[in-house]
């Protein structure tokens, strides 16, 4: 009859394609329908199998003739099939998923507080609890909220289960970690972007952290086992997960101006075949002048806070490969909006090789000062640093051994 494939309303922004094309060998679409085509679609559409997402995991239900224990426990369907006689099975692969996240993290007797009470928490709540923990659920308007988030200081283990921080809404977190001083362990089932500002501040107070790609390639992979009754080996679940997350990622180039940025960003993005995106060039754009010139006619504070505005845009995108201006790490803030999506990569090279022409501030404090006013502020930006004294082809070909590690 068809195929497999994502149902939803809204799914411009899915990975489940990309991720099933790497799990098996079977076609799968997205399907986008809404409330009112749900039930034509869910009996008459040319689909062997589904995935389910927002807004429909509870709309599903009565549809199907029959559910798995654990869909039928949650009231939750995220996997359709459609046997041979016609009829609906519905299945949850949600808490399959949020338990391959899980594994790292030992709960059992420790108080594990869920954020958010919707379809997520339940299936989230179901499988700590299976797995020992003492769950308590913050909700805007439950007994335990926000307000007196205070009283769950013993907390070990923290769940979001809400939208908060999620593309394009990004930059903010449903709490402040540092009420919780006892955490082990910060879980967000959110997944766009790669760091959410929650996993961004676990990563900063030394907590240990996970983020929701690996719930989404386990529920995916654990569905492709029922749409095609063949089980994906645990090194091709890691592998999935790997190359999603390193198409996900940014490639984030930053370093002194006149390093090579923009001449090995372009080069890099035609070698991966990824969009590219210089902020200088962006920032010109934006003011109808150069960057170097809007410098000298402003000064650096007005110049700083328009490239912050900048680099909060081209921080939320997803697989771009990002040529930066050589004082964004003059502002901290910065690194939170490229490093939430990125892998950022130091570009070194000989000072005396770097010009100053055209670049106000490189003449006017000169190069060696100014390369040792940021050099430490490179090196906490960056997760890699990568020099470019070589030819072009060398420094690309550093930087994607680097990637397929």
Known sequence: MGGYGLLGRTLGHSYSPAIHALLGDYPYALYEKEPEELEEFLLQGPWDGLNVTIPYKKAVVPYCQALSPLAKALGSVNTLLRRPDGSLYGDNTDAWGFGQMLKP???AGKKALVLGSG????????VLRQAGAEVTVISRRGPDNYDNLARHRDAR?????????????????????????????VLDVVYN?????????????GIPHASGLTMLVGQAARSSELFTGQPVAPERLTDTERRIARSMENIIL???????KTTLGTRLARKLGRPFADSDALL????????????????EVAFRSLETQVLEELGKASGLVIATGGGCVTRPEN????????????????????????????????????YEARRASYLAFSDHVISNDGSLDETVKQILEVLSQ
Do not use: W
Not at 119 to 126: C, D, E, W
Not at 160 to 184: A, C, H, I, Q
Not at 193 to 205: G, N
């Open 105 to 107: 993290f030992p709960c």
């Open 119 to 126: 379809g997520a928490s339940v299936t989230v709540q179901q």
């Open 157 to 185: 283990i923290l769940v979001n289960t809400t939208p908060v921080g999620m593309y394009p809404k990004v930059g903010v977190s449903p709490v402040d970690l540092r009420e919780l001083p006892g955490l082990e362990a």
């Open 193 to 205: 972007p790669v760091r959410t500002k929650l996993i961004l501040e676990a990563e900063a107070l």
């Open 254 to 260: 930053i370093g002194m101006p006149g390093s090579g």
């Open 284 to 299: 010109a754009e934006r003011c109808g002048m150069g960057a170097g010139d809007y410098l000298s006619r402003y000064g």
């Open 335 to 370: 690194y939170a909006l490229l490093h939430q999506n990125g892998t950022l990569f130091f570009l070194t090279r000989s000072l005396e090789k770097l010009p100053t022409k055209g670049r106000p501030l490189s003449g006017a404090q000169g190069v060696q000062a100014l």
